[in-house]
Structures are given as structure tokens and as C-alpha cells.
């Protein structure tokens, strides 16, 4: 059955755990310089309908270290959604590539993409979710475990607004049991419906959820202190009334992590607004992990594309290539 990488939840935790022992083989191969090419001849479409720096370089240098092509898709300059609907985009792509990336405004588009495509779509990030971002963090937690503790003891403080990436830290830690707060004033706290959609997986793996509005008592707790952007593209306006609701008390500053236990960590997924949600002594201090985070994202979409092409690509025989390639070659003699 084709299966896109569209939502956190729609993968168990035994998967998501696999996909991230996998992210750290193909680490390990990448740092002794020996990255398979796993994914010889395949191609990735890659749509952005908004900028980005990580995740465009992590995909696409991540196709080429496997052994593909990566191509970069921009509305304007393909016909998505605009003299071309989605579902053709989506058919008709599938039928030249193996596997689409797609980073859209819309969560809806990436859902009518996955319900045309013939191929694995992954989901870069979308107004509701960003789960290649979270499964990097998750990985990324498991490199700097506090002594002592596994996976399910990790106790993650996202400080801020309930973004795209807060939602989906709630999401992997519901389903892989891992605690998760989100300190944040109440209006800016995760929805009620999405906090609905992880009762079951709480259920399941035993993970406890908490909102607060007290950011120093959050973190005191923290194995890893998490923020995000206070506002994003389309949400200038909201500028000042954000400002006032998260500054100062919700800022990560260096009185704010000298309330975390001495071995937490700061996490940024990044673009950070240095100076705003959280300060360049935390940003480039000693508890910081962001660029490890950022350098997993490249691991970790090697992981995702090989987990969602290598199992359905062809892989011909020396005898099939030769014969090919012969039948080819006799034509051209022919012919010409
Ligand atoms: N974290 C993240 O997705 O970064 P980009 O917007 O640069 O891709």
C-alpha cells in the first residue's frame, strides 16, 4: 500500500523508532564518507510554495549523497494549483519521479497531493504540521540524552507559540511516550481539537501532556527547552499584541535556562528572530544543540527517502542493463 510522511500520528512508534535507527546508520556512513547510493537513478520533485534553507539543502543534497536527483519546484514556475489542478500536478509528477517533498501554506494541499500522487509524499512543512523537523528532533534528543535516561523518561518544555512544530513535538511525543509541555500564554497554548487528536496515542505510550502559562516552573523540569518564531509570514499585524502576550516572561534568556537542570539542552528548529523569542547567549551557549538539529535534518531525510523509495525501486540485474543497453545500441547502429 502506498504510504506518504504527511502526519506524525499516522506512523506507529515501533516505525518512527526504526526510521530514526536508520537515520543514525546512514549518519555513521555519511561521517566515514561512505554514504550508500541506495537510491541510484531515482528523482525527487521538491514544491515550495515558501522559502526555506534547511529543508530545501537537507532534501536535495540528501537525494544527491544517495545517489539521485533532487528538483527544486516553485509555483510560477510550475502550473500547481493555478492553470493546472493539484490532482493532475500530482498524477503527472508521480509519473516522472519517485518520491514528492512538498512544502506548502496550505495543510489541504499536501492532503490533495497525497490523494493523487502514485508516489510517496513527505510533507516539509505546512500551516498545521512539520513532522521531518520533529522526527530530526527526536533523533537529535536520543544523541544528547541526559545520563541515564531512555527515550521515554525525556521530559521536552516547548516555550511559545502553538506553531506548526509545537503541534507536531506534541504529536511524536504522544505516540514514542515522551513528556511534553508547552509553556505559553493561555490564547497562544495548543488548541483543544489538537489536543484531542493525541488522546489515544497518550493512552497508548503512557505520555503525559501539560499547558501552563509558568515558563520558570516548566523548565525546571526540562531534559530539553524548545522555542519556535512568535509570529510568522502573514502575522505582522499581530506583531504588537504577540510582543506584549510573550514578552519578556516567555523568553528563552539565560535567566530563564539557569532555571533548567545543568544538563538540559536548548532546541531551535530555526529561522530563530534572535533577540526576540530567545537570545544569542542561549542561542550560541554551552546547553545549545540547534546546529546539530540542523545538520540532522540532513540525516534525517536520508532516512525518509530511502524508508519511502528504496523498498519500490527497480534494481536491474547486470544482465538486464547489458541487454538494454544492447537492444539500444543495435537500434542506433542500424539506424544511423
Ligand atoms: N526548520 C526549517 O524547516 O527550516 P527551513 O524553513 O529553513 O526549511
Not at 530545501?56 to 527544486?72: D, I, N, P, Q, W
Amino acid at each position: 500500500m502506498l504510504r506518504h510522511f504527511v502526519q506524525i500520528l499516522d506512523f506507529s512508534k515501533e516505525e518512527l523508532l526504526r526510521m530514526m535507527e536508520l537515520t543514525a546508520l546512514l549518519k555513521r556512513a555519511d561521517k566515514d564518507g561512505a554514504c550508500p547510493r541506495l537510491l541510484s537513478g531515482a528523482s525527487l520533485g521538491m514544491i515550495f510554495e515558501e522559502p526555506s534553507t534547511r529543508t530545501r539543502v537537507s532534501f536535495e543534497v540528501a537525494m544527491t549523497k544517495l545517489g539521485g536527483h533532487a528538483l527544486y519546484l516553485r509555483p510560477g514556475e510550475i502550473h500547481l494549483g493555478a492553470r493546472e489542478s493539484i490532482a493532475d500536478t500530482a498524477r503527472v509528477v508521480s509519473r516522472m519521479v519517485d518520491v514528492i517533498e512538498a512544502r506548502t501554506l496550505k495543510h489541504q494541499t499536501v492532503l490533495d497531493l497525497a490523494k493523487y500522487a502514485t508516489v510517496p509524499i513527505i510533507n516539509g512543512l505546512t500551516d498545521f504540521n512539520h513532522p521531518t523537523q520533529v522526527l530530526c528532533d527526536v533523533f537529535t534528543m536520543t544523541e544528547h540524552a541526559p545520563k541515564g535516561k531512555k527515550l521515554e523518561d525525556f521530559h521536552l518544555v516547548f516555550v511559545g507559540d502553538a506553531t506548526n512544530v509545537c503541534v507536531s513535538l506534541m504529536f511524536i511525543c504522544a505516540r514514542l511516550g515522551i513528556s511534553f509541555t508547552q509553556a505559553a500564554p493561555a490564547k497562544y497554548q495548543v488548541s483543544e481539537a489538537h489536543r484531542a487528536m493525541v488522546k489515544d496515542a497518550c493512552a497508548q505510550s503512557g505520555a503525559k501532556m501539560n499547558f501552563t502559562e509558568d515558563p520558570a516552573a516548566a523548565v525546571a523540569g526540562a531534559d530539553f527547552v524548545y522555542t519556535d518564531l512568535w509570529w510568522w509570514v502573514g502575522q505582522e499585524s499581530e506583531i504588537p499584541e504577540r510582543s506584549a502576550a510573550f514578552m519578556p516572561k516567555f523568553q528563552v534568556n539565560a535567566a530563564l535556562m539557569a532555571k533548567t537542570p545543568a544538563d538540559a539542552r536548548f532546541m531551535h528548529c530555526l529561522p530563530a528572530s534572535r533577540g526576540v523569542e530567545v537570545t544569542d547567549e542561549v542561542m550560541d551557549g554551552p546547553q545549545s544543540i540547534i546546529l546539530d538539529q540542523s545538520e540532522n535534518r540532513l540525516h534525517t531525510e536520508k532516512a525518509l527517502l530511502v524508508w519511502f523509495v528504496y523498498p519500490s525501486l527497480k534494481r536491474p540485474s547486470e544482465a538486464l542493463l547489458a541487454r538494454h543497453r544492447g537492444l539500444v545500441e543495435d537500434f542506433l547502429t542500424d539506424f544511423f
